[in-house]
């Protein structure tokens, strides 16, 4: 009999009432993935729910260095400075220099507007 893969609990049960624990939306992940290339044609129903996943990750390590430097700042709003401090401090992040660097505007010509977030103890 086949074991349940280390993913099992990423495939099936619910969050909340919702069908699975992925948050962010499949559809949009699967989209993303079609236009990475010509050449990608067919992509498995598991696919975008691993990079679902993954981005989650992606998003909660990011936020969590990003807090580090507004706590260094004596402030507890997340702002554009802090995320481009925990960017430039990280090399796992180097990739997302060019896009943060632009310090006068936008790269994608939207303002931000902050985050507020709340400590848990």
Known sequence: ?????????LLFGGVAGRTGPHSLPL??????????????????????IIFS???ELF???LTRRSWKMAIQGKRRTLHKEDLTSAVIATDLFDFLITLVSNSDSHPL??????MEVETIY
């Open 1 to 9: 009999m086949r074991q349940a893969g280390a993913y099992s609990g």
């Open 27 to 48: 559809a949009r992940i699967k989209k993303i993935m079609k236009k990475s290339g010509d050449d990608v044609k067919m992509i498995s129903g598991e696919a975008p």
């Open 53 to 55: 996943k993954a981005c």
């Open 59 to 61: 998003i909660e390590e």
């Open 109 to 114: 010509g939207v303002t931000t507007p902050t």
